[in-house]
């Protein structure tokens, strides 16, 4: 009888114990939890800050240099009155707008928000050059089907026609 007891009464003690070491585990993957996701919401602060530089630097090259402020300004005139050194000045400040907006898409920043991205392309096609690029080559850069749909959209209200059929058959860059 005595070993039967004892045997119940270790039993018991081993359950409880096992029972214990459950809570603390579980409690410790709910901290760990909050860990995560605390790491998480740094990261994505994080990220948000670094795209807001990026972006206020790629505004701020208008401003600060004085070639390319020129050029920028022609960009009304359309692609076709500049020459070959101007449009090569001009190219690759367009494209790093196009190239900017598709990593911030596919970095799921602001997805939820296509304001967001409706103004940036607001920006980027705010002129007869500006939506002769995106034609030629901004569409082609852009590499995220939702993202062409929001920008064909906006070229379709400022420019009053949908995008051309050929648009963006260059290809695209991966960002």
Do not use: C
Not at 34 to 39: D, E, G, I
Not at 52 to 66: A, C, H, N, V
Not at 67 to 92: F, I, M, T, V
């Amino acid at each position: 009888m005595d070993t039967e007891l004892t045997v119940a009464v270790a039993q018991i003690l081993t359950g409880a114990a096992t029972l214990v070491v459950a809570f603390f585990l579980a409690g410790q993957l709910a901290l760990q939890r909050k860990v995560l996701s605390r790491a998480h919401e740094d990261a994505d602060r994080e990220l948000t800050l670094t795209s807001l530089g990026l972006f206020l630097q790629y505004l701020q090259s208008r401003t600060t240099s004085d070639s390319l402020l020129q050029l920028y300004a022609k960009r009304h005139e359309g692609l076709d009155s500049l020459d070959a050194p101007d449009l090569d000045g001009l190219s690759p400040h367009l494209r790093a707008g196009y190239l900017l907006t598709n990593t911030e898409w596919r970095l799921n920043r602001n997805r939820n928000l296509p304001g967001y991205y409706i103004k940036r392309f607001d920006g980027l096609m705010d002129s007869v050059g500006g939506r002769q690029y995106y034609v030629q080559s901004g569409r082609a850069i852009i590499n995220q089907p939702n993202l062409i749909e929001l920008a064909d959209e906006v070229y379709a209200k400022l420019e009053g026609n949908p995008v051309p059929k050929t648009a963006g058959k260059a290809i695209g860059f991966v960002s």
